[in-house]
T-cell receptor, first 116, second 115 residues
Framework: AQKITQTQPGMFVQEKEAVTLDCTYD???????LFWYKQPSSGEMIFLIY??????QNATEGRYSLNFQKARKSANLVISASQLGDSAMYFC?????????????FGAGTRLFVKA | DTAVSQTPKYLVTQMGNDKSIKCEQN?????MYWYKQDSKKFLKIMFS???????INETVPNRFSPKSPDKAHLNLHINSLELGDSAVYFC??????????????FGPGTRLTVL
């Protein structure tokens, strides 16, 4: 069975500092994708970054990078130079080929607070 | 242009009523989804549709009946609403989910409150 674990219910970070949000996963899929989404207080779900299980390099998108360690089954999100607007819920998610790519499972989320 | 839209944004209704939530995407995607986010923010998939066909039904009570009239629309009808149905319902879409593990695009969500 697939599982996503986010062990940090809440995190605080000082503005302009970097922060790492943890995500570990469990799957028997031979090929899978890992995703991070941001959900601000307004409620919408915003896609941030994607890492494929066979990608050789860690994904980066602007201030977001994904620290992918396949052997450890971890896919941590790193946000550099935090901004006040980064305060939100962050969800790690996974989709695998065993369900034909049609089923995405989400972690419980981490609420990030950025302090001025 | 809105990529994935849902109506209504808010829905307040009495127990036992029947209600529908509509979803439309203009991205040309062939796969659409319904998710439920509970009060603790936990997000769980309910249904996946590919080219108008039901692919995933995650043991959702049969009071919930999705309908996909075409690839751009996936509506959710809920019969005999219960208090526990109160949640935020998200529609999402993605391109060629069967071939590529790419991201999903989410609608703005519909907050359903059952009194």
């Amino acid at each position: 069975a697939q599982k996503i674990t986010q062990t940090q219910p809440g995190m605080f970070v000082q503005e302009k500092e970097a922060v790492t949000l943890d995500c570990t996963y469990d799957t028997s899929d031979p090929s899978y994708g890992l995703f991070w989404y941001k959900q601000p207080s307004s409620g919408e779900m915003i896609f941030l970054i994607y890492q494929g299980s066979y990608d050789q390099q860690n994904a980066t998108e602007g201030r977001y990078s994904l620290n992918f360690q396949k052997a450890r089954k971890s896919a941590n999100l790193v946000i550099s130079a935090s901004q006040l607007g980064d305060s939100a819920m962050y969800f790690c998610a996974m989709r695998g080929v065993n369900t034909g790519g049609f089923k995405t499972i989400f972690g419980a989320g981490t609420r990030l607070f950025v302090k001025a | 242009d809105t990529a994935v839209s849902q109506t209504p944004k808010y829905l307040v209704t009495q127990m036992g009523n029947d209600k529908s939530i509509k979803c439309e995407q203009n991205l040309g995607h062939d796969t659409m989804y319904w998710y439920k986010q509970d009060s603790k923010k936990f997000l769980k998939i309910m249904f996946s549709y590919n080219n108008k066909e039901l692919i995933i039904n995650e043991t959702v009570p049969n009071r919930f009946s999705p309908k996909s009239p075409d690839k751009a629309h996936l509506n959710l009808h809920i019969n005999s609403l219960e208090l526990g149905d109160s949640a935020v319902y998200f529609c999402a879409s993605s391109h060629q989910a069967a071939q590529t593990l790419n991201e999903q695009f989410f609608g703005p969500g519909t907050r359903l409150t059952v009194l």
